[in-house]
């Protein structure tokens, strides 16, 4: 695949997408990105603005397979991974594949769940495969995990552990929609057309499975020059010293902000990642990787603020 290509499926899905979900911007290009760069996606935000919308639209819009699991406190790691069987007629055990077999897997308020099913996810989403009763079982690819979650802050939610936190490629807000947005989500359901039913939004599919995978291919070859490794180097190491920071990203944030830069850069056409793209890039992959000093946040400093305050520290190169 060419990279013009990548570009104009970019497009083609955003226009999809847009047909029912009204704004967010900056959401949708995070989420189809993390899909073009096989890498997972936390989405953050209080409930009714759209989180799960926008997966069940991207699942219509990609034409492979997508399971939904709706996370509960009782839910069990097997109920995600699946489980062995003994067949009493065969005289043997059988494997029960869990809804994590799939291409597009949306856990939906996955901080509703205790930190022991949670981490049921931690194979699934570094290694891309499940291991059951010492047999390794490989996922099918394409393969993505969006995450829902809802504000730490509410009630009967549970801190995701810090070693899956970091196995998400980014981690995107979703805040309430400005007033001229919020009246044309009014107008779809004033017209008669329900979100919730994508029925009646005649959605296309135009991608499919192997389409996904021949962009993952094809954005490799994007140029970044040695300049631009080193500035993302120097990012990791200032967020790791920044005195509001307690702890800060790991390598694997700057695998994630190279994959990624390429990604975008390509999804705007370009066969070359600039600083920009890093820059625009960062907030995404750091924030969820910075703990702050109790201090700090005290002081109402958020990670998003430390990050641009990190960013204009360091020098970017100059092209």
């Known amino acids: 695949m060419q990279l013009a290509e990548v570009k104009r499926l970019f497009e083609a899905v955003q226009?999809?997408?847009?047909?029912?979900?009204?704004?967010?911007?900056?959401?949708?290009?995070?989420?189809?990105i993390a899909l073009f760069s096989e890498g997972s996606v936390l989405i953050e935000g209080p409930p009714g603005l759209g989180k799960t919308l926008l997966v069940n639209v991207l699942a219509?819009?990609?034409?492979?397979?997508?399971?939904?699991?709706?996370?509960?406190?009782?839910?069990?790691p097997s109920d995600l991974t699946g489980h062995s069987i003994y067949d009493m007629?065969?005289?043997?055990?059988?494997?029960?594949?869990?809804?994590?077999?799939?291409?597009?897997?949306?856990?939906?308020?996955?901080?509703?769940s205790p930190p022991k099913t949670q981490s049921a996810l931690l194979e699934v989403m570094q290694e891309q495969q499940v291991s059951v009763d010492g047999t390794t079982h490989l996922l099918p690819r394409p393969?993505?995990?969006?995450?829902?979650q809802n504000p730490i802050e509410h009630e009967g939610t549970y801190p995701l552990p810090e070693a899956q936190v970091d196995r998400f490629m980014f981690k995107l807000l979703?805040?309430?929609?400005?007033?001229?947005?919020?009246?044309?989500?009014?107008?779809?359901?004033?017209?008669?057309?329900?979100?919730?039913?994508?029925?009646?939004?005649?959605?296309?599919?135009?991608l499919k499975?192997?389409?996904?995978?021949?962009?993952q291919q094809a954005v490799k070859a994007v140029i970044i020059e040695p300049?631009?490794?080193?500035?993302?180097?120097?990012?990791?190491?200032?967020?790791?010293?920044?005195?509001?920071?307690?702890?800060?990203?790991?390598?694997?944030?700057?695998?994630?902000?190279l994959i990624a830069s390429r990604t975008l850069a390509a999804c705007r056409g370009r066969d070359f990642v600039t600083p920009d793209d890093i820059k625009e890039?960062?907030?995404?992959?750091?924030?969820?990787?910075?703990?702050?000093?109790?201090?700090?946040?005290?002081?109402?400093t958020t990670p998003d603020e430390t990050i641009r305050a990190i960013l204009e520290s360091v020098e970017a190169p100059r092209s």
């Open 174 to 206: 979703v805040d309430y929609p400005p007033a001229a947005d919020e009246i044309d989500i009014l107008g779809h359901y004033a017209a008669g057309r329900n979100p919730s039913k994508l029925a009646g939004f005649q959605l296309e599919p135009v």
């Open 281 to 300: 890039l960062a907030p995404w992959v750091l924030r969820h990787r910075l703990r702050l000093r109790p201090e700090a946040e005290l002081e109402g």
């Open 209 to 215: 499975g192997d389409d996904v995978l021949a962009v």
């Open 89 to 112: 007629k065969q005289q043997i055990f059988t494997f029960n594949e869990g809804p994590v077999f799939t291409n597009l897997l949306l856990t939906d308020e996955i901080n509703r």
């Open 227 to 257: 300049g631009l490794l080193k500035y993302i180097v120097e990012i990791l190491g200032a967020c790791r010293s920044w005195g509001s920071v307690t702890i800060g990203p790991s390598p694997r944030a700057g695998v994630n902000m």
């Open 60 to 76: 219509g819009t990609v034409s492979c397979k997508f399971r939904r699991v709706q996370f509960t406190p009782d839910l069990m």
């Open 143 to 148: 393969f993505l995990v969006i995450a829902t």
């Open 15 to 32: 226009e999809q997408i847009g047909r029912v979900v009204i704004g967010q911007q900056e959401l949708v290009e995070g989420v189809i």
